[in-house]
């Protein structure tokens, strides 16, 4: 059975910061390109970062860029993502996921975790 499970969200102040991880199990977890995904209040599904399936080429949302850190661990089967400097704009619920096209990102694709909350508020 193909799992991903995320933990580490919470509630945070802003400029506080949060790490987020994902262990996966039931799938070739190594050879994935894997992205971490944002659904704001109100707003569909956003893809934050990704990292190729060797943990060389990364991409970043302009928005995080400098601020959040994505990362693996092939060996452990873990996912990552180090959010510093939070802002309120940063909250939602974070998922990880296999990578697909950012611009048709769907749930219905791909392995996806139950995700875990951020919420950024003072």
């Known amino acids: 059975e193909v799992q991903l499970v995320e933990s580490g969200g919470g509630l945070v102040q802003p400029g506080g910061s949060l790490r987020l991880s994902c262990v996966a199990s039931?799938?070739?977890?190594?050879?994935?390109?894997m992205m971490w995904v944002r659904r704001a209040p109100g707003k569909g599904l956003e893809v934050v970062s990704s990292?190729?399936?060797?943990?060389?080429?990364?991409y970043y949302l302009d928005s995080v860029k400098g601020r959040f850190t994505i990362s693996r661990d092939n060996a452990k089967n873990m996912l990552y993502l180090q959010m510093n400097s939070l802002e309120t704009e940063d909250s939602g619920v974070y998922f990880c996921?296999?990578?697909?096209?950012?611009?048709?990102?769907?749930?219905?694709?791909?392995?996806w975790g139950q995700g875990t909350q951020v919420t950024v508020s003072s």
């Open positions: 996921a296999t990578e697909q096209s950012r611009l048709t990102v769907t749930m219905n694709r791909g392995y």
């Open positions: 039931g799938f070739s977890f190594s050879v994935y390109d």
């Open positions: 990292i190729m399936s060797g943990g060389g080429r990364t």
